[in-house]
């Protein structure tokens, strides 16, 4: 999709792009080859400029992450998914203290990587900075500003792609577990059913003890970031034939 976007020049929006492609020239190449006027001499010019700095940068994500709106930045998913990582955290639900996560949780699309408080958490920071592509489900308003407080030096990947906005544009609403039934994503009868809330219970009774409760913790995290995957991929696809659909 990176190939085919336009959007992530200055001036142009969802309307022109659209209208680019509705002439026929459906990506960059087809753009710098086409020797009519598309929009307008100095418009065109302008554009093929752009196109040309973004062709020089297209294996750079920091530089389409800075230029497309967030809205559209799912676009980069097709580009950069070898380089990208699902994210989740598990709070102790005290968020006046700076050890609020209890676990992270991250899921490369092959390998799963837990990490614990007062076991391997200071371990993330290291473990973040591999990826180029972070993909959550509300983690702009949740698991972002309490890794950023946590780690306040830390290097997270150039580009994050919510889920539960794009899943939104979609018609899909409510929280993840509501939209994994909606699309058929079943979970573990052991985990079946727990949320944010059972996760504080867990953790709490690990803390006294229950050595349990932090393997069944774990596991609804893993459940929380390997069924992002499966997410991703179908909003993904879904999206293109929507704004190809003309």
């Keep these: 999709m990176i190939e085919n976007s336009f959007v992530h020049i200055q001036g142009i929006g969802p309307k022109t792009e659209k209208a680019i492609w509705q002439k026929g020239i459906i990506d960059w190449k087809g753009f710098l080859s086409h020797s009519g006027v598309v929009i307008s001499a100095g418009k065109d010019a302008f554009i093929r400029a752009q196109l040309e700095d ?46 609020t996560i209890t676990v992270i949780g991250l899921y490369d699309g092959s390998n799963v990587y837990t990490f614990v408080n007062g076991r391997n958490l200071h371990e993330f920071e290291i473990a973040i900075s591999s990826y180029d592509l972070v993909i959550t489900f509300n983690g702009s308003g949740f698991d972002l500003p309490i890794i950023k407080k946590y780690f306040p030096n830390i290097s997270l990947p150039a580009c994050h792609i919510d889920l539960k906005f794009l899943l939104k544009r979609l018609g899909y609403s409510g929280g993840l577990k509501k939209i994994e039934k909606d699309l058929g994503i079943t979970r573990d009868d052991s985990i079946e059913g727990m949320n944010g809330f059972d996760a504080v219970r867990l953790w709490n009774a690990y803390t006294w003890g229950d050595k349990d409760a932090l393997e069944l913790l774990i596991r609804y995290n893993t459940a929380d970031i390997v069924n992002l995957k499966p997410l991703m991929e179908n909003s993904y696809k879904r999206m293109k034939k929507l704004i190809f659909s003309f």
């Design 54 to 99: 973004s062709v020089a940068h297209y294996g750079d994500i920091k530089y389409f992450a800075d230029r497309l709106p967030a809205s559209d930045r799912w676009r980069m998913f097709g580009n950069f998914n070898e380089r990208s990582v699902y994210l989740d955290i598990e709070t102790s639900g005290d968020y006046s203290v700076p050890d």
